[in-house]
Structures are given as structure tokens and as C-alpha cells.
């Protein structure tokens, strides 16, 4: 999932999304919206760490987002998931709360060497459904604003102990400087 910020083209998702693009010229990236247009997408810059990407796609007269603060939000705040859970039910508009503010979630991933790479990520907490093919996608305030980028959910702990609603999104302020540079 993604979200368009320009009326031009630019896009937003995570890295995480485009990783194997990024990795391999050969691997394309392409952007799909609700009226069937389809665009291939072009890597204009990402941070893996962060797990933030920007896309631009070849586009005129887009209708971008509103960014919002993420600063401002407090637990028990409405706010809004849209997405594509599970790669085939695209568009889907999730609704729950701010659970937490300020957790640090650690992610691991393989390098090219076949190494574990831990990444830990400052997020916050919501109980919308998100599930595979949310990420990158945008978390929605109750005005509209884009206040995170979808970016993970906790389906066990530590322990083994299974888990249900509990979703992440990096704060839209932690990565808007990424996002412009």
C-alpha cells in the first residue's frame, strides 16, 4: 500500500514494500489506484532504517493527502487504515484507536549474506486491522490528516504467546524530513 503526497506523482510507502526494487534494477514497482490506472513506479529514495520510501510515477492531476501532526495525537484518538490486507482485498478502510504512543518495536530481516539485521523503529499503537498488505499505507486522524505510515502488526510474543490487534505505524513527523529529502 501507499499514499499519494504530490498532484504530480510522488508516493509514500515502506521500504519494507519496495525492498526487492530496490535491491534488483530488474524488479519493477507498480502503482495501482481504485479506477483501474496503473503506473509503473520509479525509486526516487528510501531508508531502510526508517522504513520509508518515496516513489514518483508519471501522473498529472493526483489528489495527495493532507499531512497531519502526529505529535498531537493522544491514546483514545480515532484514527483510519486503508489498504490492501493480503495482497487481494484492495482498498479497505479499517477503523480503531490510538493504543499507545512512543513504542519501540524491533524488526528482523536477513541481509544479503543470510545475517539477522535488527532494526528498532519508534511507532505508535493502533487496534486497526492491519495485516499483510497494509504496509505502507496511510493511518488516517478523524479530520483526514495522514498522522502514520502503516508499517507492522504483532501476531506473537516472545513467548509464542498468539496476539490480535496490534498494529503499528510510524508517526507521520518521525519520517516528513525523510519524506523531503
Known sequence: ?????????YIVTNYHVIEEAANDSSVSVE??????DKY?????????DNDVAV??????????VTLGDSDKL?????????????????FSFTDGIVSALDRLI????????GNTVSTTLNV??????????????????S?????????????ESSSGVSAEGLGFAIPINDVKDIIED
Do not use: H
Open 124 to 141: 505508535l499503537q493502533t487496534n486497526c486491522a492491519i495485516n499483510p498488505g497494509n504496509s505502507g499505507g496511510p493511518l488516517f486522524d
Open 106 to 113: 524491533t524488526t528482523s530481516s536477513q541481509d544479503a549474506n
Open 55 to 64: 516513489l514518483k510515477i508519471d501522473a498529472t492531476g493526483l489528489t495527495p
Open 143 to 155: 479530520y483526514g490528516n495522514v498522522v502514520g505510515v502503516v508499517s507492522a502488526k504483532m501476531t
Open 1 to 9: 500500500s501507499g499514499f499519494v503526497l504530490t498532484q504530480d506523482g
Open 74 to 90: 493522544v491514546v483514545g484518538q480515532s484514527v483510519y487504515a486503508i489498504g490492501n490486507p493480503l495482497g487481494e482485498l484492495t
Open 40 to 48: 509503473t513506479a520509479k525509486l526516487v529514495g528510501g531508508e531502510k
Open 31 to 36: 502503482v495501482a489506484f481504485e479506477n483501474g
